[in-house]
T-cell receptor, first 113, second 115 residues
Framework: AQSVTQPDIHITVSEGASLELRCNYS??????LFWYVQSPGQGLQLLLK??????LVQGIKGFEAEFKRSQSSFNLRKPSVHWSDAAEYFC???????????FGTGTSLTVIP | ETGVTQTPRHLVMGMTNKKSLKCEQH?????MYWYKQSAKKPLELMFV???????ENNSVPSRFSPECPNSSHLFLHLHTLQPEDSALYLC??????????????FGEGSWLTVV
């Protein structure tokens, strides 16, 4: 069965430090990959997505993610975290038929001064 | 502004009330979704509409009744709810349900509290 795993439930980083949030998926073919961010009390905002081509994808707010087929991973990175990045981050996988979409359980990010 | 607007943003209702959540998308999409997000639980897909037709109902209790009058509007009618139904209800849309490379866009959510 297809699945999405975000191994880290909660991460704390200092402002200005680098960030990497992990995402692993289980799917037989190449999936479509997404990262969403959810600020407290808000809906999910699309940060970036990977469909094909360059495996390093740039997104909004200075985030990037790298698709690694050999590791079935799509980790999210940011070189320098800002206090406003504190939020819940969700990885999602879409199947190539488009009719299934799976979300991870989310990683909560705390940013300390 | 995501192009998906949900109203109301907050709703408090008694267990015997009848209320509705409304969602409108301005993205020209043909698929619309209702998700439920409870504390400490994964996102739960509730209903899917594709070109106004309901294509998925993921074992949602009948006290939740969706309605999709056109591709731009989606409602979730609520009646005889239970306190455990208190959650954030997220509406979303996408180009269409079976499009390759489908991207789902979410609204801001409606916070529902059942008392």
């Amino acid at each position: 069965a297809q699945s999405v795993t975000q191994p880290d439930i909660h991460i704390t980083v200092s402002e200005g430090a680098s960030l990497e949030l992990r995402c692993n998926y289980s799917y037989g073919a190449t999936p479509y990959l997404f990262w969403y961010v959810q600020s407290p009390g808000q809906g999910l905002q699309l940060l970036l997505k990977y469909f094909s081509g360059d495996t390093l994808v740039q997104g909004i707010k200075g985030f990037e993610a790298e698709f690694k087929r050999s590791q079935s991973s799509f980790n999210l990175r940011k070189p320098s975290v800002h206090w406003s990045d504190a939020a819940e981050y969700f990885c999602a996988v879409g199947m190539n038929t488009g009719n299934q979409f799976y979300f991870g359980t989310g990683t909560s990010l705390t940013v300390i001064p | 502004e995501t192009g998906v607007t949900q109203t109301p943003r907050h709703l408090v209702m008694g267990m015997t009330n009848k209320k509705s959540l409304k969602c409108e998308q301005h993205l020209g999409h043909n698929a619309m979704y209702w998700y439920k997000q409870s504390a400490k639980k994964p996102l739960e897909l509730m209903f899917v509409y594709n070109f106004k037709e309901q294509t998925e109902n993921n074992s949602v209790p009948s006290r939740f009744s969706p309605e999709c009058p056109n591709s731009s509007h989606l409602f979730l009618h609520l009646h005889t709810l239970q306190p455990e139904d208190s959650a954030l209800y997220l509406c979303a849309s996408s180009r269409r349900r079976t499009a390759s490379g489908n991207t789902i866009y979410f609204g801001e959510g409606s916070w529902l509290t059942v008392v």
